[in-house]
C-alpha cells in the first residue's frame, strides 16, 4: 500500500530562520510527486512536481528535492506569509489517485 | 480565470436527507476527483473520473454517488447523509496522469456539517 509520512506535524519559525520538512513516501513505483500549500479553509494549492531522484525545483523562498525514500521541502529566509500547511503527495505509477501525507503546520513568527 | 468551483461552501443538514454539493472546472481537465479532508486522516480520495461517463471509486467511497454528464461538471450526490459523513470536501482536476503536466486544481472546499 502506497504511504506518505510528513515530519514535523507542525514547525514554528522566526522569520528568516530557514529549515526543511520532510516527506518519506513508500511507492509501487513513482509516477510523481507533489507539494501543496493549504491555507485555512482553502484549498490546497500547486507548488511542485518532483518525477526522479536527484531532481530540485525552486520557487521563491521553496526549493524541493526528491530522493528515493523521501522529499525534502527547504524553506530559506522564510517570511509570515509563508505560515500555512505543507502537503506532499505521491502518485503510483498507472494509478490514478493522489495520496496524501497529514501535511506540516508551518507557523513563521514575525 | 482558470479554477474549480465549488458549491457550496458551507452546509448543514439533517441525517437522511439528500444533498448535491456542485463542482465545475472551466480547464477542459479530463481528470476530476472527490476527496474529503478530516482532522488526522489527511486528504483521502472518495470517487473520481477519468473522462465524461467514466467513473470509479477511490479509497472512501462509501455512502456516496457521483456523475460525470459533462466534462466540466462532476457534482458530488449523499444519498442519505450521516454524522460520520461531517467533513471538509475539496473537488480536483486536472489534465489526468498520463504524461505532462499533471498538477491538480482543487476547489475552495465545501464544510459539511451532518446533525
Known amino acids: 500500500e502506497d504511504q506518505v509520512t510528513q515530519s514535523p506535524e507542525a514547525l514554528r519559525l522566526q522569520e528568516g530562520e530557514s529549515s526543511s520538512l520532510n516527506c518519506s513516501y513508500t511507492?509501487?513505483?513513482?509516477?510523481?510527486l507533489f507539494w501543496y500549500r493549504q491555507d485555512p479553509g482553502k484549498g490546497p494549492e500547486f507548488l511542485f512536481t518532483l518525477y526522479s531522484a536527484g531532481e530540485e525545483k525552486e520557487k521563491e523562498r521553496l526549493k524541493a528535492t526528491l530522493t528515493k525514500k523521501e522529499s525534502f521541502l527547504h524553506i530559506t529566509a522564510p517570511k509570515p506569509e509563508d505560515s500555512a500547511t505543507y502537503l506532499c503527495a505521491v502518485q503510483a505509477r498507472g494509478a490514478q489517485k493522489l495520496v496524501f501525507g497529514q501535511g506540516t503546520r508551518l507557523t513563521i513568527n514575525p | 480565470e482558470a479554477q474549480v468551483t465549488q458549491n457550496p461552501r458551507y452546509l448543514i443538514t439533517v441525517t437522511g436527507k439528500k444533498l448535491t454539493v456542485t463542482c465545475s472546472q472551466n480547464?477542459?481537465?479530463?481528470?476530476m476527483s472527490w476527496y474529503r479532508q478530516d482532522p488526522g486522516l489527511g486528504l483521502r480520495q472518495i470517487y473520481y473520473s477519468m473522462n465524461v461517463e467514466v467513473t470509479d471509486k477511490g479509497d472512501v467511497p462509501e455512502g456516496y454517488k457521483v456523475s460525470r454528464k459533462e466534462k466540466r461538471n462532476f457534482p458530488l450526490i449523499l444519498e442519505s447523509p450521516s454524522p460520520n459523513q461531517t467533513s471538509l470536501y475539496f473537488c480536483a482536476s486536472s489534465f489526468g496522469f498520463r504524461g505532462g503536466n499533471t498538477e491538480a486544481f482543487f476547489g475552495q472546499g465545501t464544510r459539511l456539517t451532518v446533525v
Open positions: 480547464m477542459n481537465h479530463e481528470y
Open positions: 511507492v509501487s513505483g513513482l509516477r510523481g
